[in-house]
T-cell receptor, first 114, second 109 residues
Framework: DGGITQSPKYLFRKEGQNVTLSCEQN?????MYWYRQDPGQGLRLIYY???????QKGDIAEGYSVSREKKESFPLTVTSAQKNPTAFYLC?????????????FGEGSRLTVL | GIQVEQSPPDLILQEGANSTLRCNFS?????LQWFHQNPWGQLINLFY???GTKQNGRLSATTVATERYSLLYISSSQTTDSGVYFC???????????FGQGTRLTINP
C-alpha cells in the first residue's frame, strides 16, 4: 500500500546527542514536510521541500537540519542545538507544491530526550 | 500572519449525539483541510475542502470562503470519534499550511 513511513516510532536519547528521524514515502509526491507537535498544541512547521536537493526553513527550523537527496526520502536531524527536542514529530507529503495539494501524514515519531 | 481559530477547544458528548466544530481564519485561503488525530497521534485526513460542502458517511464539512470559516459536522457520534480535530489552511500566495490549535472531542459510552 502507498503511504508515508516514519521510523522509529519511539526514540530515547541523552541530552547533547544528535538524532535522525526517517521519513519515506512511496506516493510519488513532490513536496515533503516536517512538523513538530508539543502536548496539547497544534502543529508547527520545521522544514519543507518542494523538489529533490531543495528545502526551505519553516517557522521553527533552529536546531534542526534536513536533506532531500531522493524524492522518496526526507530525513530530519534533531541536533544538540535544539533546546527542547522532546516532542512528537510528524512527516507529511503532498502531490503538488508546498501546501497546494492535499497533505498526507505519517504515523509520527515520539522523541524523548533524557 | 494568518490566524486560525478553532472552537470549542474541548467538547464532551454522549454516544449518539451530534456535534459541530468550527474553524475561523483571518485571510483568504486556497486550501483548507480537516484532520482527526487519533489517540496514537496519527493524523487522518477527513476533508480537503477549500470551498463548498462535502459528506463522507456520518461526517460532513462546509467551507464558506467568503466569510472565512469552515464547519465540521459529526452525526450520531461513536466512541471511536474521540480525539483531536484540526483544521489547517493555506493562505493565498503562501507555501505552507497553518494549523489551528484543535478541538478535543470526547465521546462517552
Amino acid at each position: 500500500d502507498g503511504g508515508i513511513t516514519q521510523s522509529p516510532k519511539y526514540l530515547f536519547r541523552k541530552e547533547g546527542q544528535n538524532v535522525t528521524l526517517s521519513c519515506e514515502q512511496n506516493l510519488n509526491h513532490d513536496a515533503m514536510y516536517w512538523y513538530r507537535q508539543d502536548p496539547g498544541q497544534g502543529l508547527r512547521l520545521i522544514y519543507y521541500s518542494q523538489i529533490v536537493n531543495d528545502f526551505q526553513k519553516g517557522d521553527i527550523a533552529e536546531g534542526y537540519s534536513v536533506s532531500r537527496e531522493k524524492k522518496e526520502s526526507f530525513p530530519l536531524t534533531v541536533t544538540s542545538a535544539q533546546k527542547n527536542p522532546t516532542a512528537f514529530y510528524l512527516c507529511a507529503s503532498s502531490r503538488q507544491g508546498p501546501g497546494a495539494g492535499e497533505l498526507f501524514f505519517g504515523e509520527g515519531s515520539r522523541l524523548t530526550v533524557l | 500572519g494568518i490566524q486560525v481559530e478553532q472552537s470549542p477547544p474541548d467538547l464532551i458528548l454522549q454516544e449518539g449525539a451530534n456535534s459541530t466544530l468550527r474553524c475561523n481564519f483571518s485571510d483568504s485561503v486556497n486550501n483548507l483541510q480537516w484532520f482527526h488525530q487519533n489517540p496514537w497521534g496519527q493524523l487522518i485526513n477527513l476533508f480537503y475542502i477549500p470551498s463548498g460542502t462535502k459528506q463522507n458517511g456520518r461526517l460532513s464539512a462546509t467551507t464558506v470562503a467568503t466569510e472565512r470559516y469552515s464547519l465540521l459536522y459529526i452525526s450520531s457520534s461513536q466512541t471511536t470519534d474521540s480525539g483531536v480535530y484540526f483544521c489547517a489552511v493555506l493562505i493565498q500566495g503562501a507555501q505552507k499550511l497553518v494549523f489551528g490549535q484543535g478541538t478535543r472531542l470526547t465521546i462517552n459510552p
